[in-house]
């Protein structure tokens, strides 16, 4: 069966889409036959939009799809059984194109599959990573090989788009009494530090409210990937539910300029643009439950066989006549923990 995505899945992978066609373009000249792409968590092959059912692409599919020119290495992680079936999928329409899908936890295959690009003499070649869990499901170690990957005299490290789960968060930290064990240990990981007690503390003492924690929880990622792994700039982008709940954060770090720019522009593209998908989305699933009850709207203007009814061709103001509604800010210094007297802390 295949799996159904919100329609902020679907604009999650537009931006994914748009930012690929120009980190191969804007790559080109650099290195005119090599760029990598590598996918984490590379999911199902088969996906369909939750309002309308129409077929949606997963990210391995865009990869493989950008032109223009194309990606030359593509390296998928994902579990069983689904790393099978992708690479079933991949096999009958993509033969002829360098990818491999490797299976088991992302986490420990990333190295092999990093060692096996340097030894085919593509370590060196413009390299975008996108990690799209589910969860805490991925490690700062792992972070760390990817930003190490192209060693320390290259220009650039592999670009890091990321998702960020931090709503995840408060489900998994208690307000009272201990947190599990294997979710302070996850979120540990993640982050390769336990500093992210400091963020949780606040919050149990009331210094911060949730909304706050949140926001610090993804400043703190971003100040690491800054600091400890030395990226030049990160960026960060909240995406919400129809409902206009928080469901997770998208970060971003690059060091290289051009990258920079451009993410700066699509998340303002994206800040325009969100808003009115999600009112339209709204809107269908309104209509859709009224009609499944037999009213019918004479007014609606909206169709919902019209394939970009939650595209994103949904009437937004253009660049040249509004206001930039995202600016890039550099994370601030995070809130300091003490790992004396913390619990968790060994
Ligand atoms: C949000 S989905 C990815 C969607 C995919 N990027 C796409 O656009 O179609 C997360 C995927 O990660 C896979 N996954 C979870 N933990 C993993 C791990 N440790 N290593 C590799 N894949 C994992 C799950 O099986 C799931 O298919």
Redesign the pocket.
């Known amino acids: 069966m295949a799996?159904s995505?919100g329609f902020w899945?679907r604009y999650?992978?537009e931006l994914?889409q748009r930012y690929l066609d120009s980190f191969t373009t804007t790559t080109k000249n650099r290195s005119p036959t090599k760029r990598v792409y590598l996918?984490?968590?590379?999911?199902?092959p088969d996906?369909v939009d939750r309002d309308t059912q129409d077929p949606?692409?997963?990210?391995?599919r865009?990869a493989l799809n950008t032109k223009d020119p194309p990606f030359s290495h593509l390296r998928f992680?994902?579990?069983e059984p689904?790393?099978t079936k992708l690479r079933q999928a991949l096999s009958a329409e993509f033969p002829d194109r360098d990818w491999v899908v490797y299976a088991?936890?992302?986490?420990?295959?990333i190295h092999q599959a990093l060692a096996d690009l340097r030894a085919g003499d593509a370590g060196w070649a413009p390299t975008f990573a996108?990690i799209?869990?589910?969860?805490p499901?991925?490690s700062w170690r792992t972070l760390e090989a990817l930003a190490a990957h192209k060693g320390s005299r290259a220009k650039t490290k592999v670009e890091l788009w990321l998702?960020f789960p931090d709503p995840l968060f408060a489900r998994m930290l208690p307000r009272t009494g201990d947190v599990r064990p294997a979710d302070n240990a996850a979120i540990t990981a993640m982050y390769g530090d336990p500093q992210w007690h400091a963020i949780w503390r606040a919050k149990l003492d009331d210094e911060i409210a949730p909304a706050d924690a949140r926001e610090e929880y993804v400043n703190l990622m971003r100040w690491r990937l800054e600091g400890a792994l030395g990226y030049r700039w990160t960026h960060q982008l909240e995406i919400r539910n129809t409902g206009g709940v928080p469901i997770y954060h998208l970060i971003f770090a690059t060091d290289s300029e051009p990258g920079h720019n451009i993410m700066t522009h699509l998340y303002d593209q994206a800040a325009a643009e969100f808003p009115a998908m999600a009112q339209a989305a709204r809107s269908l699933r309104v209509r859709r439950r009224r009609e499944a009850h037999g009213q019918y709207d004479l007014f609606s203007t909206l169709d919902p066989e019209d394939p970009d009814v939650l595209g994103i061709s949904v009437p937004t103001p253009s660049t040249a006549t509004r206001q930039r509604l995202y600016v890039h800010e550099p994370p601030d210094e995070p809130r300091v923990h003490d790992t004396q007297t913390c619990p968790y802390c060994e």
């Open positions: 799996r995505w899945t999650k992978l994914l996918d984490l968590f590379g999911g199902e996906n949606i692409d997963g990210s391995a865009i992680f994902e579990l689904n790393a088991g936890d992302c986490n420990d295959t996108f799209d869990p589910n969860g499901h991925y998702l």
